[in-house]
């Protein structure tokens, strides 16, 4: 990809996880991950065979058709762990760069209910418990 060429920058997160995703347009349809620590893959090597994961990833493309996701390069970069919030940091990533790319999709991708953050977040630890809900074991005596 060269470095002169246009591209869409959005952030998708979830949970800790964030998903940085830049969208080139006249692309091959390559989509390349860069981890926290620098270590580079390909989108599928990264969720290593797991077709879940990786269908969450690329939802957005795979709504608006193969051949519209032909038409774009990306380059990804995340932060943080997870593998689920990962997969869910990179879709929101793509949905966001669709819709500043063409907003004629919005109401495509509402339909699906892709547009919202997911809010949900680990429940804190309560004091005398092990773990949020956890209680220690029971005992008479």
């Given at each position: ?28 349809g ?29 939802s ?19 932060a ?32 699906y209910?892709l ?15 092990k773990?949020?809900?956890?209680s ?6």
């Amino acid at each position: 990809m060269a470095a002169a060429q246009k591209y869409i920058y959005t952030i998708g997160r979830r949970k800790q996880t964030t998903a940085v995703v830049k969208l080139f347009p006249k692309g091959t349809g390559k989509y390349n991950l860069t981890t926290a620590n620098d270590i580079k893959h390909d989108l599928f090597q990264h969720f290593g065979g797991n077709k879940y994961l990786l269908d969450t990833a690329l939802s957005p493309m795979l709504i608006l058709g193969e051949s519209f996701a032909k038409q774009f390069d990306a380059e990804i970069k995340i932060a943080w762990w997870g593998i689920m919030g990962q997969a869910d940091a990179i879709k929101l990533g793509f949905v966001r760069a669709i819709i500043e790319f063409n907003p004629e999709y919005k109401s495509t991708l509402k339909a699906y209910g892709l547009l919202k953050r997911d809010p949900r977040r680990k429940e804190r630890k309560k004091p005398g418990l092990k773990k949020a809900r956890k209680s220690p074991k029971w005992s008479k005596r």
